[in-house]
């Protein structure tokens, strides 16, 4: 075109900066800037608005700024262009004060407008404010929009309140599979799987189909809640609906069934897949490592390295912590050092958790406090109460107390490890120090949530505490239990009765 003096004209340069932003070529995009400036585009706005997405999608958000601030009359492309622009580099004040300069140029905003604020809310985690919009949203109507109301559902889910999220998800007019899988999303980020199971169901019945996103997302969820019968009915759809060709869902079933404790399943499914790429290797060395099988994932983890598979830190966290539960200290540094040196991969503060945890179940404590105290990275709950738990375990009272400190001045108001400390001190039989660290939990913790068992019997998942008496079965638990320790007490009877028939003359 400029060898023939074809002149340009916006949209040319608009498909130019397109090309850029798909190439992923900021350079070129710079040198066309320049182009534009010379050619005097610059104050059009629809040249400048291609530009600002060029510029923030590639995170130059202040080059982006510049050429907003140029153009003298910017209509609502191009707001709305600088607001996504804020948004997508988690600049969420900036995005709100675009907004509020927009709201005085007596501009009202698309459903793109508030899109973008909603995005922003959600990731500031602001329910507050996203309350705020919601409210203007509704005002202008704008609440019909399926854009603006998937958003708003995503927000609240994002801020972790779930109610409000249903509700907006049940207010929308119309839904399509976007909305259905923010909402499903929502209840996986929970972990709530029996939702969305149900979500699962409803979402059928209105002949919407799910997609990758829909199935794995319900997957997570039913992972987190260990619900193996969900898993189980999940499972089954994906093989009826051909989603097992999908890596992700495969992925997804071996973690989930992981997390079941169902370790033959999850071998099962890895084995089904036809390609397994290094994630789904990754999935099924940590799923042997939960499941407290170190063998087969150190012997997994051997076959990735045998296979040319490149590992990455979630597959070397499992190995480690596989090393820990078989005690292998000498393996244990070596494949530490193997993440360093070999892959040169940066250590997180699980992999020193699984090195401390390694030593402090061998009896090394003093080693375990050396690699605590020299960590590169600060020093974490978890982490610190586990070595306490080893230092009580091997008599360690002098460590112990030093990890002690520490972990009240990092968390003094989880009342879960206030019972850890005091738990060691009274095996030491230091009263006086037990009976300081509970009037400390007392003084700092409004309450402690007590330990609750589990069980899954058909599908229903029953939940018990101490002294629980709110289960609807609860009669019969207490007079099953009764029946038990009056058996057990005639065997202990019986059994005493032995022995001194056994010891008489």
């Not at 340069?13 to 798909?22: D, I, S």
């Not at 250590?347 to 958790?353: A, D, K, T």
């Not at 009765?497 to 003359?505: I, Q």
Request: glycine letters at 6%; a negative charge; proline letters at 3%.
């Amino acid at each position: 075109m400029l060898l023939n003096q074809v002149s340009l004209d916006p949209i040319t340069l608009n498909g130019l900066l397109r090309a850029c932003l798909e190439l992923n070529n900021v350079e070129i995009g710079g040198q066309l800037h320049c182009f534009i400036l010379k050619l005097g585009f610059e104050l059009s706005c629809f040249v400048s608005s291609a530009l600002v997405d060029l510029y923030g999608k590639c995170g130059l958000v202040e080059d982006a700024r510049r050429i907003f601030d140029k153009v003298l009359c910017p209509d609502l492309v191009l707001w709305n262009v600088m607001l996504s622009c804020n948004a997508l580099n988690s600049l969420e004040e900036e995005a709100f004060r675009v907004f509020n300069l927009m709201r005085l140029e007596n501009l009202i905003g698309d459903g793109f407008t508030f899109s973008s604020m909603l995005n922003s809310c959600a990731t500031l985690g602001s329910c507050e404010l996203g309350r705020q919009i919601h409210g203007l949203i509704i005002k202008l109507s704008f609440d019909l929009d399926i854009i603006v109301s998937s958003g708003l559902v995503d927000m609240y889910a994002k801020s972790e309140n779930i109610e409000d999220a249903r509700k907006a998800f049940d207010d929308m007019a119309a839904n399509n599979v976007v909305s259905w899988n923010t909402m499903v999303v929502a209840y996986g980020q929970l972990g709530d799987g029996k939702e969305a199971m149900k979500l699962l169901k409803e979402m059928l019945r209105e002949v919407f189909t799910p997609d990758e996103l829909t199935v794995a997302s319900i997957l997570g969820s039913c992972s987190n809640a260990s619900a193996s019968y969900e898993i189980m009915q999940v499972h089954a759809y994906v093989v009826k609906m051909g989603f097992h060709s999908f890596l992700s869902i495969g992925n997804a079933i071996i973690n989930a069934y992981a997390k079941c404790g169902r370790t033959a399943s999850a071998l099962e499914c890895f084995n089904s897949v036809p390609e397994p790429n290094h994630v789904t290797r990754t999935s099924l060395v940590g799923a042997y490592a939960f499941n407290s099988l170190p063998k087969d994932s150190i012997e997994m983890f051997e076959k990735m390295l045998s296979t040319g598979v490149m590992p990455d830190k979630i597959a070397f966290l499992g190995v480690l912590s596989a090393r820990s539960h078989a005690g292998l200290i000498k393996e244990g540094f070596r494949y530490f050092s193997l993440m360093i040196k070999h892959y040169q991969i940066i250590p997180h503060l699980e992999h020193y958790g699984c090195l401390i945890d390694l030593l402090g179940r061998a009896g090394f404590l003093d080693e375990a406090f050396s690699v605590l105290t020299s960590m590169p990275i600060g020093q974490r709950s978890d982490i610190l109460a586990a070595f306490i738990g080893a230092c009580k375990i091997h008599g360690y009272l002098k460590l112990a107390k030093w990890a002690a400190e520490k972990l009240l001045e990092l968390e003094p108001n989880i009342p879960v490890y206030y019972a850890l400390i005091s738990n060691m001190y009274a095996s030491e039989e230091q009263w006086h120090d037990v009976a300081r660290v509970r009037k400390l939990m007392r003084d700092r913790c409004d309450h402690k949530v007590p330990g609750c068992s589990w069980i899954e019997l058909g599908g229903a998942i029953h939940t018990f505490v101490s002294s629980d008496k709110c289960h609807p079965q609860a009669s019969e638990v207490y007079c099953f239990l009764g029946i038990l320790l009056g058996l057990i007490r005639d065997e202990l009877h019986a059994m005493d009765e032995n022995v001194l028939n056994e010891c008489a003359p």
